[in-house]
């Protein structure tokens, strides 16, 4: 996450005042499973994260449920269960960020 926050970081050097009105969203393409496969690896899961970031994002917080990794608690009994919409994180803050 270090080179993640370095990012984030020149992002704000770069836009300067305009920092306070920028919204940056890093989403993972896919979670993995919590699940060792056959081949002592693990295949692309369901759960996933969602970051934002920028001075118009209102931080410092974790906004999320932890469904849990007992076995009764998985998605498919391999993968961690999804409890948000990321579609729905989106929408609040395009709405939020152009109207």
């Known amino acids: 996450?270090?080179?993640?926050?370095?990012?984030?970081?020149?992002?704000?050097?770069?836009?300067?005042?305009?920092?306070?009105?920028t919204a940056i969203v890093a989403i993972t393409e896919f979670g993995r499973t919590a699940r060792?496969?056959?081949t002592?690896?693990?295949?692309h899961g369901t759960g996933t994260v969602v970051l934002l970031a920028g001075g118009a994002?209102?931080?410092g917080r974790v906004i999320a449920d932890w469904p849990g990794l007992k076995p009764a608690q998985l998605y498919d009994g391999r993968d961690l269960a999804p409890t948000s919409d990321v579609r729905a994180v989106l929408k609040g803050l395009l709405a939020d960020q152009f109207g």
């Open 57 to 59: 994002v209102k931080g």
């Open 36 to 38: 060792i496969n056959g």
């Open 1 to 21: 996450l270090g080179g993640l926050d370095g990012a984030f970081e020149e992002f704000e050097k770069g836009l300067s005042e305009r920092w306070k009105d």
């Open 40 to 43: 002592v690896g693990t295949d």
